[in-house]
C-alpha cells in the first residue's frame, strides 16, 4: 500500500458523458500527479498541481482539467468522453514538486467508455 | 519529442537466470532516470533512481541499473531472478525543467518460470 487512494477503483460510463476521478494523496505529501494508462499509449503524463496550484502539464485533453483542493486531494474531470478515454487513470504524489523526489503511486482507476 | 524506449516487450526466464532490461531515451539534456515495477494486481512502485554521481545505482529486491550517458541507456538489471519477479517493469525519465512530469517506456513483462 503506497498510501495514495484513488476512488473509484471502476467506473463504467456512456460516451458523452461526464465523470469525476478522485485521489487523496500520502499523508504530508504536497504534489499531485495524474497519468493516463492506455493499450495504445502506453502511460502518459497528464498533470501535476503543487499545494493547490499547478506545476506543469502534459498532453492533457481540453475535455480534461483538474484541480488540487486545500485539503491537498486532487480530482481529475473527464467531460465529453470518447470510447478512445477508456484508460487506467492513476494518481502519485511526492513531498514536493522536486522532479528527484520519489511519486508514490496510488491503485488506478479503471475508466470504460461504452 | 522526447521519449524512452524499453526494447523487450515481454521477457521469459527461468529462476536464477540473469535479467537485463534495456532502456533508452532520446533527449541530450539533464535528466533524472528512474525504473518502476508494477507487480500483478498491485500499484506501480520504485525500483530505483538516478540523478547524478556514480552511474551504476542499486535498488530494492537485489535490482541495480547503470546510467551510461554516452549510449542515453538505463539498463535494468539483476543477477539471478526469482518467481516473485513476475512483474512488469516501467523505464521513466524526468527532464530537467519540466517540473515532475516523468515520461514513461512502454513497459516490459517478466515472467519468471519456477
Known amino acids: 500500500d503506497s498510501g495514495v487512494t484513488q476512488t473509484p477503483k471502476h467506473l463504467i460510463t456512456a460516451t458523452g458523458q461526464r465523470v469525476t476521478l478522485r485521489c487523496s494523496p500520502r499523508s504530508g505529501d504536497l504534489s499531485v500527479y495524474w497519468y493516463q494508462q492506455s493499450l495504445d499509449q502506453g502511460l502518459q503524463f497528464l498533470i501535476q498541481y503543487y499545494n493547490g496550484e499547478e506545476r506543469a502539464k502534459g498532453n492533457i485533453l481540453e475535455r480534461f482539467s483538474a484541480q488540487q483542493f486545500p485539503d491537498l486531494h486532487s480530482e481529475l474531470n473527464l467531460s465529453s468522453l470518447e470510447l478512445g478515454d477508456s484508460a487506467l487513470y492513476f494518481c502519485?504524489?511526492?513531498?514536493?514538486?522536486?522532479?528527484?523526489?520519489?511519486?508514490?503511486f496510488g491503485p488506478g482507476t479503471r475508466l470504460l467508455v461504452l | 519529442a522526447q521519449s524512452v524506449s524499453q526494447h523487450n516487450h515481454h521477457v521469459i526466464l527461468s529462476e536464477a537466470a540473469s535479467l537485463e532490461l534495456g532502456c533508452n531515451y532520446s533527449?541530450?539534456?539533464?535528466?533524472?532516470l528512474f525504473w518502476y515495477v508494477q507487480y500483478p494486481g498491485q500499484h506501480l512502485q520504485l525500483l530505483l533512481k538516478y540523478f547524478s554521481g556514480d552511474p551504476l545505482v542499486k535498488g530494492i529486491k537485489g535490482f541495480e541499473a547503470e546510467f551510461i550517458k554516452s549510449k542515453f541507456s538505463f539498463n535494468l538489471r539483476k543477477p539471478s531472478v526469482q518467481w516473485s519477479d513476475t512483474a512488469e517493469y516501467f523505464c521513466?525519465?524526468?527532464?530537467?525543467?519540466?517540473?515532475?512530469?516523468?515520461?514513461f517506456g512502454q513497459g516490459t513483462e517478466l515472467s519468471v518460470k519456477p
Open positions: 502519485a504524489s511526492s513531498v514536493d514538486p522536486d522532479p528527484q523526489e520519489t511519486q508514490y
Open positions: 521513466a525519465v524526468n527532464v530537467y525543467n519540466q517540473g515532475g512530469k516523468l515520461i
Open positions: 533527449y541530450g539534456g539533464t535528466v533524472n
